[in-house]
Each structure stands twice: as C-alpha cells, then as structure tokens.
C-alpha cells in the first residue's frame, strides 16, 4: 500500500510543475498613438522581445592579461510580428507603410500581453517609441499552397516588461 503511494506522489509533483508553464499561443498585440488605439491585432509570431546590455572594454595601462568590461546602454532587438496577409488594410498597416515607404515616422507604443485565457494577462512588454522599419510578405510559389504572411519589424527607443492587470 505505501509502495503505489509513494509511485503516485512524483505524477501529481510533475503535473504541479507544468501548470506553472505559460503557454505561447495566446496573445494580443496593441498600437496606441495620440490619434488612434487600434483593436488588438492578430498575429500569429511575435518574436524579438529581448534587451542586451552594451559594454565597453577599457584597458588598465601595462596590464595585457583582461579588460574591464564596463556597462554603457540597454538595446533592445528589433520586433517582428507575423500573420496572414489580410486584403483589407487597417490603420496599422497604413502607419506601417507611411514609415517605410514614405519615411513619415511617427513612433508609437505598442503593448504585447501574453494571457492564460481570454480574462487573464500573465506578462505585458511595452515598446516605446516604435516605428515600423520592414514590411514584408513571403514568396509567392505555383508550387505550394500555403497562407501568405505579412511580416513587420519595429525598432523602438526601449523595451519594458510590466506586472500586468489581473482579473480574479
């Protein structure tokens, strides 16, 4: 009787230990400006949300075997959304183009929540000062039949990961 217990008790630890896991499938996407904040927008990838920290190397005089490498600035990657191309265009898309095709650059906030459910945010980033720098769709090929997809890359002045709003 102790033995299937003891069996038992590692299944119910592991099974704890993947509920703390977030999943990556369900999130939203925000642009916000002084003239509009657009609904959130589908994407289906949403990759480059990290920040590196810059150094500098500084070399103490007659001392060959190191450098000091001392902090200069935070940079974060550039951001890049994918999703199907849709045929009709929406307010983000117009922005998109009117920086990259007629370098009129008005810089954003865009907010990136990553939630549980439809009701409950587990991480939010927020990319200030974003602009977009690439507007692109794959290859088209007669020989496959696959989904177009619309790629944007924003750069931005910085990248900030914030406790979200949670409902109870």
């Not at 590196?52 to 940079?75: C, H, I």
């Not at 117009?94 to 409950?120: G, Q, Y």
């Amino acid at each position: 009787m102790a033995e299937a217990k003891k069996n038992k008790e590692p299944i119910a630890v592991e099974a704890k230990r993947y509920n703390s896991f977030i999943p990556t499938f369900f999130f939203k996407v925000f642009f916000v400006t002084d003239d509009f904040v657009a609904d959130p927008i589908g994407f289906s990838e949403v990759s480059g949300l990290s920040v590196e920290l810059q150094t500098e190397e500084l070399f103490e005089g007659g001392g060959n075997t190191y450098a000091y490498r001392l902090p200069k600035q935070a940079k974060p990657k550039n951001i890049v959304l994918k999703r199907a191309l849709n045929p009709a265009d929406n307010n983000v898309i117009d922005w998109a183009k009117n920086c990259v095709e007629k370098f009129i650059i008005r810089p954003l906030t865009v907010i990136i929540t990553l939630a549980s459910d439809s009701e409950n945010q587990l991480k939010t980033w927020n990319v200030m000062g974003a602009y977009a720098v690439k507007l692109s769709t794959t290859d088209f090929s007669a020989n496959k039949s696959e989904v177009v997809i619309q790629t944007l890359e924003l750069t931005c002045q910085s990248l900030t990961e914030v406790k979200p709003d949670r409902k109870k």
